[in-house]
């Protein structure tokens, strides 16, 4: 069936590098991508979105990028701080009737920020 | 603003024992809200949402229900639970004609 997956479930990065992390996502009619940051205990906070007509989005020092080509997402953190720390999902969404479409969720990302 | 309130934070229940987590919504109305649940280290499943009052969809076959009382409120209920029923239980909400979804801070259900 159609999913969101993640390249990777673990990434280790020193603190004041930058960061990418990788989604792949299986249906090529998902028209919206948003990324979450979860940490530990806590309910996922929102971090940026990008809908299907654009390839790029900025935030503050958070970039996402989508490539619809090979159906794939990523979400750059710059200049990272330990604060970075946490799990990181992305999702799609499917369907145009408000109401009625879904998040689908990936496995998420564990990003930890090395001092 | 837009507020997001679950309780409890931690709950630990014998295995056969009923359920109730509630989770409710401010500065909004008529929103979209769900019931997920996430398994240590997993992503996250969602178990119900419900568009208005008293309008329910299932999404997976369960030990549980939900239900939607009030606009606003959001239940999720069991007659008795299972050990597979332990988790990190998030309720989230959403305008209906806005994507973004926003998260309650979870109830960490331990079955024992």
């Known amino acids: 069936g159609e999913s969101v997956g993640l390249h990777l479930p673990t990434l280790s990065v020193q603190e004041g590098d930058n960061s990418i992390i990788n989604c792949a996502y299986s249906n090529s009619a998902s028209d919206y991508f948003i990324w979450y940051k979860q940490e530990s205990g806590k309910g996922p906070q929102f971090i940026i979105d990008i809908r299907s007509n654009m390839d790029k989005r900025q935030g503050q020092r958070v970039t996402v990028l989508l490539n619809k080509t090979v159906k794939h997402l990523s979400l750059q953190i710059a200049a990272t701080q330990p604060g970075d720390s946490a799990v990181y999902f992305c999702?799609?969404?499917?369907?145009?009737?408000?109401?009625?479409?879904?998040?689908?969720f990936g496995t998420g990302t564990r990003l930890t920020i090395i001092p | 603003s837009q507020t997001i309130h679950q309780w409890p934070a931690t709950l630990v229940q014998p295995v056969g024992s009923p359920l109730s987590l509630e989770c409710t919504v401010e500065?909004?109305?008529?929103?979209?809200l769900y019931w997920y649940r996430q398994a240590a280290g997993r992503g996250l499943q969602l178990l119900f949402y419900s568009v208005g009052i008293g309008q329910i969809s299932s999404e997976v076959p369960q030990n549980l229900s939900a239900s939607r009382p009030q606009d606003r409120q959001f239940i999720l209920s069991s007659k008795k639970l299972l050990l597979s029923d332990s988790g990190f239980y998030l309720c989230a909400w959403r305008e209906q004609v806005w994507e973004k979804l926003f998260f309650g801070s979870g109830t960490q259900l331990s079955v024992l």
């Open positions: 500065g909004t109305s008529n929103p979209n």
């Open positions: 999702a799609e969404l499917l369907g145009t009737n408000f109401g009625n479409e879904k998040l689908t």
